[in-house]
């Protein structure tokens, strides 16, 4: 019907058409398929995607729930296949469908799916965070499209998408930083029937949606850096076992959730970890470093948890007996289909079958995976045959929701395991007794008791990781009960500095607008050495200023060996009296060092040079083209002045004498390098240049240099 329309339109009505079409998909809101926010505020990072649901294929790697985000490879996230389905559905056009079913996939987008929104908003602006002048936080300025200090998480991605079916999708995602609550993230799904069924704000439907059905399929790789030690099909998955708790919730889901009991089974869960490879002859749980250290690469687990559903549109109390499906499903065996049409009918209704709890040719359950199926050396994915690996299987409904009707559900998203800390200790102990057979132990256990079976030792330990996101749903439960007024910590400073210098590396800070808090503390500042990516130690602790936010505090690292990189990061604190309720621990609470957090280096620089004839460019003569080794590798329109006074003015000029570039040097080392950009943010060409060096006192030297672009 729309091709024979437009081939009757001429060509004036046609460009019309077009006008107003793009307009008005400008003034509702159209937001393209490849749109993302992503959160950076704690141990867990992660992006959300416009159309509702995430796949984390980048075209290069699986990518998203980093944890812990400090290390390099430590993507958990593959797919969260989300489908939705209601019978008896009535389109705008007239046609019955007996069964109405859609898929959120980024291919959908434009035809059954209709993003109108996708923003983060944040509690404060992000700090800046600057080396050596070097701003590290302006390429993350465009996570946050608002602030909002009156709202409690640190961060809210609001994303909402309309659909062919007329029920409008509201996701609302939640993330603190605050260090008891910082590894998950909270999701409320609101369903409502607006029979909106595109872009725009005209509404298309006003029937009832009948029994609808909601579920999704989760598989994770926990994690990305494990996989190459375990076997690399693990990337997708493959070899992941699932599990579920909360079988029994209805019984308990009533009883609180203390301090000094905070782990409990009965939390509606699932989640997953990396099992065995059946082509190890090793035991790979952990996905231990073999040939090196030892170190457990793959300590995660990852899963879901299920914090509230509303029993109907009329009552939002929970609904203890949903979802109706908590369980395993083969990882790539679904009914699917390419377009909408009443040709895929006959998949809508397989689909609807398996949002019902019926797994798609037989292949899942509504049982914990791990314990029905599991022996010491069985590989997961051959326990069904779907290479794809094994999914998260939730499924939720039927709900009825007249015009205007709504219903919510709420999960929590986490991932955690064993610290960094720990898995080198527990893996090199294990590779220890690994190179050497006769290595009996004794290994301490987690309950200080002892095996002569390291593969125990290993494993009993890799397992307290599961405890470990059990104590986050927990965590996550009561944030959600209380209303997510949970304990906050202090805000971090606004702004960081820090600046290398040629005896000491200078760090400076402004004020956190919590200062004039009652429970305000100080400041804590942590440094680490040669890597970004490892553990940070304290060396200074402050107390809190005036509260004047004129003052700027400051700290020299003295203590800094030339030779070295040095990294750091700053958190504000308080003393703990506001935290009293029963989210957490109670006890001192800190800002995330991920506001403040450093990813390039500062150097103890050289000494000042005591005569300006020892000066020197470098590299001289600068050769675009030279190798690597030549020039500065990571900073390929780097030239650097050494040995020059600790106070000093550089000017560059052209051979003719124009001057195109002005540095004032006041740090007192013996080093000033610059980037080949002129004052007017020009890069230079080739050709000799002069650079003239002036003292306070009005010594001074020319030095001539060669480019060569």
Not at 457 to 481: E, H, I, P, Q, V
Not at 519 to 528: A, H, Q, V
Request: aromatic share 14%; proline share 6%; hydrophobic share 30%.
């Amino acid at each position: 019907m729309k091709n024979s329309y437009f081939t009757k339109m001429n060509n004036s009505k046609l460009i019309l058409f077009m006008v107003v079409f793009f307009s008005t998909a400008l003034i509702f809101g159209q937001i393209e398929s490849t749109e993302k926010r992503y959160i950076r505020i704690g141990p867990l990072q992660s992006h959300f995607s416009a159309y509702g649901s995430e796949r984390a294929w980048n075209n290069r790697y699986y990518e998203g729930l980093r944890w812990p985000a400090e290390y390099q490879e430590q993507d958990n996230a593959i797919i969260k296949r989300f489908w939705m389905a209601s019978k008896d559905f009535t389109d705008d056009l007239g046609n019955n469908w007996d069964v109405m079913g859609l898929y959120f996939a980024a291919d959908f987008v434009g035809s059954t799916l209709f993003p109108v929104e996708l923003k983060e908003t944040a509690k404060f602006p992000k700090p800046s965070v600057i080396v050596d002048g070097n701003n590290l936080s302006a390429p993350f300025a465009g996570d946050i499209d608002e602030v909002d200090p009156n709202q409690i998480p640190d961060r809210i991605v609001t994303n909402v998408v309309n659909t062919l079916m007329g029920v409008t999708v509201t996701r609302k995602i939640y993330a603190f930083s605050q260090q008891y609550h910082n590894n998950y993230f909270i999701k409320e799904f609101t369903f409502t029937n607006t029979g909106n069924i595109d872009y725009d704000d005209e509404i298309e439907l006003n029937a009832p949606v009948k029994d609808l059905r909601i579920g999704w399929g989760t598989r994770y790789s926990v994690c990305r850096e494990g996989a190459q030690y375990i076997h690399s099909q693990q990337v997708w998955g493959k070899h992941s076992w699932v599990s579920v708790r909360g079988e029994d919730y209805a019984d308990h889901y009533t009883e609180p959730i203390t301090l000094n009991n905070p782990i409990v089974d009965w939390i509606r869960c699932g989640y997953e970890w990396t099992g065995q490879y059946e082509g190890n002859s090793w035991d790979n749980l952990g996905g231990p470093d073999t040939k090196i250290t030892g170190r457990l690469t793959a300590p995660q687990f990852a899963g879901v948890a299920i914090l509230h559903v509303d029993k109907s549109a009329s009552d939002s109390t929970d609904d203890p007996n949903e979802p109706v499906t908590l369980g395993w499903h083969a990882g790539d065996t679904y009914p699917s289909y390419t377009s909408i049409s009443l040709n895929a009918v006959p998949a809508m209704v397989k689909m609807y079958s398996m949002l019902s709890g019926l797994p798609y040719k037989g292949l899942g359950g509504n049982e914990r995976f791990y314990e029905t199926y599991h022996e010491t050396t069985v590989d997961p994915w051959k326990v069904h045959g779907d290479e794809g690996g094994t999914n998260l299987w939730v499924n939720y409904g039927p709900f009825t929701l007249k015009h205007g009707e709504s219903i919510t559900i709420v999960e929590v998203e986490g991932v955690n395991g064993l610290s960094r800390i720990m898995c080198e200790e527990i893996g090199s102990r294990w590779k220890k007794a690994y190179d050497n057979s006769a290595d009996k132990g004794p290994f301490v256990l987690p309950d200080n008791s002892t095996t002569d079976n390291k593969d125990v030792y290993k494993d009993d330990w890799f397992y307290t990781g599961r405890d470990s996101l059990m104590l986050s749903f927990s965590r996550a439960k009561r944030n959600y009960d209380l209303g997510y007024k949970i304990p906050q910590p202090p805000l971090p400073p606004p702004l960081f500095q820090i600046k290398s210098g040629g005896d000491k590396i200078s760090l400076s800070w402004s004020p956190s607008d919590s200062e004039g808090d009652s429970d305000f503390g100080g400041y804590r500042i942590y440094r680490s050495v040669g890597k970004r990516d490892t553990v940070h130690t304290e060396i200074f602790a402050c107390g809190s200023g005036t509260g004047n936010p004129e003052i700027v505090h400051s700290y020299d690292d003295v203590s800094a060996i030339r030779g070295f990189s040095y990294y750091y990061y700053i958190t504000a604190f308080n003393d703990g009296s506001n935290n009293n309720t029963n989210a957490n621990p109670h006890g001192p609470l800190h800002s995330s060092k991920y506001y403040t957090r450093t990813t390039e280096p500062a150097f103890l620089q050289r000494r000042a040079g005591k005569k300006l004839s020892d000066i020197r460019v470098v590299p001289n003569p600068f050769y675009i083209g030279a190798a690597k080794q030549l020039r500065f590798p990571e900073q390929p329109d780097k030239i650097v002045f050494y040995n020059i006074p600790g106070v000093c003015t550089i000017k560059i000029f052209t051979e003719r004498g124009d001057l195109i570039k002005t540095i004032l040097h006041d740090d007192g080392s013996g080093d000033e390098s610059w980037n080949s950009v002129t004052d007017s943010r020009q890069v230079i060409v080739s050709g000799i240049y002069i650079a003239y060096f002036e003292t306070p006192k009005g010594d001074s030297i020319f030095k001539k240099f060669i480019v060569i672009r």
